[in-house]
T-cell receptor, first 113, second 118 residues
Framework: TQLLEQSPQFLSIQEGENLTVYCNSSSVFSSLQWYRQEPGEGPVLLVTVVTGGEVKKLKRLTFQFGDARKDSSLHITAAQPGDTGLYLCAAPPGGTSYGKLTFGQGTILTVHP | GAVVSQHPSWVICKSGTSVKIECRSLDFQATTMFWYRQFPKQSLMLMATSNEGSKATYEQGVEKDKFLINHASLTLSTLTVTSAHPEDSSFYIC??????????????FGAGSRLTVL
């Protein structure tokens, strides 16, 4: 089983602070995705990273895929209360079909006004 | 964009009854659908992979006779929780893989179905 270790599991910060969430594995992935999920809703895709060392930006969110494609990070600059939610990294287990995903444990982010 | 609809969004049932959850792709044909289970403040755990017209493939530890999956058409997959018990209470989420009219592969998640078994 290819595990995705996500940290931290919980993060409680004040509005305006920066934060980083990590997603690590001993396995190499062809791609990795980050999702955000709000209570009572399904996960919503934020980004897909494919190339080792790749950096993608989505407004105040910066995603990086490790050079060896075993790890990834999500950095949020100047967090806002609207960023509150469950952040999940996910990747397709080796040799499986597109769409079958293994999820990390998730990071519950709370941004206080 | 591609949309996946789940119904019902929440359901409460008595212990021992069966509950059916539907997952529909609204604007594309979903050749494969995936069913996940999520406990409060936890991540998603894949339960099974459903391919249209064939039997579902269940993950290790998931009882196929307990969680019946049917994918009879390219736009609909159903998950039936049979003889539900309180420990089956959870948030069930489906995702669908297919090709919409735009032509690119898509993987879209439904909004989830909250099951509470009394």
């Amino acid at each position: 089983t290819q595990l995705l270790e996500q940290s931290p599991q919980f993060l409680s910060i004040q509005e305006g602070e920066n934060l980083t969430v990590y997603c690590n594995s001993s396995s190499v992935f062809s791609s990795l995705q980050w999702y955000r999920q709000e209570p009572g809703e399904g996960p919503v895709l934020l980004v897909t990273v494919v190339t080792g060392g790749e950096v993608k930006k989505l407004k105040r969110l910066t995603f990086q895929f490790g050079d060896a494609r075993k790890d990834s990070s999500l950095h949020i600059t100047a967090a806002q209360p609207g960023d509150t939610g469950l952040y999940l990294c996910a990747a397709p287990p080796g040799g499986t079909s597109y769409g079958k995903l293994t999820f990390g444990q998730g990071t519950i982010l709370t941004v206080h006004p | 964009g591609a949309v996946v609809s789940q119904h019902p969004s929440w359901v409460i049932c008595k212990s021992g009854t069966s509950v059916k959850i539907e997952c529909r792709s609204l604007d594309f044909q979903a050749t494969t659908m995936f069913w996940y289970r999520q406990f409060p403040k936890q991540s998603l755990m894949l339960m099974a992979t459903s391919n249209e017209g064939s039997k579902a493939t269940y993950e290790q530890g998931v009882e196929k006779d307990k969680f019946l999956i049917n994918h009879a058409s390219l736009t609909l997959s159903t998950l039936t929780v049979t003889s539900a018990h309180p420990e089956d209470s959870s948030f069930y989420i489906c995702s669908a893989r297919g090709i919409p009219f735009s032509g690119a592969n898509v993987l879209t998640f439904g909004a989830g179905s909250r099951l509470t078994v009394l």
